[in-house]
């Protein structure tokens, strides 16, 4: 191990800068060491300095990367250093009450709590963290460090999310113990733990573990209505595990992706995370709105969940609010939920043409790849008995044609234009502004997507006759 994260130190360009450029006593700590230690490639150093201030440290060594300085904590005096790649980051801090070893057994898990010198690479390992690592293990340090910050609760399942590792007993335990505690912490900092952990390779896992501890239940109440739905013809699993199994679906879809579809979802448009990561949490909550909206027919069995997209949108936006999402993430992931359906339904269509498929992506826009991943990822995840292999199979094969179809035309596309805004229909009818003129605006956009309507002369026979019809 300790030939490892020398090669690993004395190769790294960063480290090895900053350590022929001053003489300060530095560590490396946490992800950087959890990286190295595993062969994973680091972009982000993780630096405790313990002989000069760390704001003094961090602008001492900005100049050597013309770096921008980041002011991350200044109580805690956690500053960062974003390189001009803006891909690689320093984290630099100082120890916990000037101790190195007090600032290690107060942090979360073992596995990041272990620092190595820069210089002389010998490893500080306090409590096994080493051990856990290679044995791929999550194990806490101390359940008093729960009580004292209670977010590290779901930092637990956030690591489990990014690596895959399996928890050990004790620290399940400890979760249960504090699980009441999360709603301590302010919810910008559980939102922010919660899109990491959802932008995991192992989301699923982790979800599935933190229902064990009530901790999934104490963020999302709405869990415990999932978990009221049971199987049917139409799905092999009750509805709390086929949205689990969605968050698996919508990965293993990503990793088998062409590379253009892997870029857009790798694109971070909002909340400061991946597009993929905000997708899986949509996928999460794509059918919450199937308990209120559901009935069984008393003549066939058959449990429907009419406009169940519909209602879940509606739901998720209050949801989303109180957790302080932002307005673009929870318009994204309110419009996921709202549309999981409709790209399906597109490819059912008896005749599937150009021009059924263009009024698609004039509907999602940017958002096309997502929703037709998530309509693919929730039809893998419904393999009821009334399901056969072949209906899977076609539902998957149209979603591919219409993701084709995307890719092919998306960079010839350009807006629709604004053939008639509100104040020329007003004038062209003679009306005034009410919910018959919002009516009218809406048809005369859905006729500009589905392109029967292309030119202001057309636009204005239709709203003509539109209002016409509205009106007998």
Known sequence: MNTLIKDKITSDKILSKITASCDNEIYIVGGTVRDFLTGKESFDRDIIVTDEDAKDFALKIQPLFDAVFVPLDEVNKIYRLVLQDK???????????????????????????????VRTCEIIDLCGGITDIHNRTIN???????????????????????????????????????????????????????????????????????????????????????????????????????????VRQIQLIYENSADKVKEHLERVDFGGATRLAHLKLAGFLHDIGK??????????????????????????????????????QIEYISSMIRNHIYPSQVMCAPE???????????????????????????????????????????????????????????????????????????KILNIKPSKQLGQIMNALHEAQLSGDITTKEQAEAFVKSFYQNLNG
């Open 87 to 117: 891909v690689n980051y320093i984290d630099i801090t100082n120890p916990l009450e000037g101790s190195l070893h007090k600032d290690l057994m107060r942090r979360d898990l073992t596995i990041n709590a272990v620092a190595v010198n």
């Open 140 to 246: 806490y340090i101390n359940e008093h460090n729960f009580e004292d910050d209670p977010l590290r609760l779901l930092r637990v399942y956030r690591f489990q999310a990014a690596l895959g590792f399996e928890l050990t007993p004790e620290t399940i335990h400890a979760v249960c113990k504090f699980v009441k505690l999360i709603h301590k912490p302010a919810v910008e900092r559980i939102i922010h733990e919660l899109i990491l952990l959802f932008g995991g390779k192992y989301a699923d896992k982790a979800l599935l573990n933190m229902n064990k501890t009530w901790l999934l239940e104490e963020i999302f109440p709405v869990v415990k209505e999932l978990k009221q739905v049971p199987p049917n013809t139409h799905h092999h699993l009750d509805l709390f595990h086929h949205s689990v199994e969605t």
């Open 291 to 328: 308990f209120s909206t559901w009935t069984i027919e008393e003549d066939t069995g058959r449990h429907r969940f009419i406009k169940h997209d519909d209602v879940g949108a509606k739901m998720s936006i209050p949801l989303l609010k109180k957790m302080n999402f932002s307005n673009k």
């Open 352 to 426: 599937i043409n150009d021009k059924i498929m263009m009024r698609y992506v004039r509907k999602m826009e940017d958002n096309s790849i997502d929703e037709i991943i998530l309509a693919q990822a929730d039809r893998l995840s419904a393999r009821g008995e009334a399901v056969s292999d072949e209906m899977v199979e076609n539902n998957i094969s149209g979603l591919n044609r219409l993701l084709k179809f995307y890719l092919d035309v998306r960079d010839t596309l350009e807006p629709l234009p604004v053939l008639l805004d509100g104040n020329d229909v007003i």
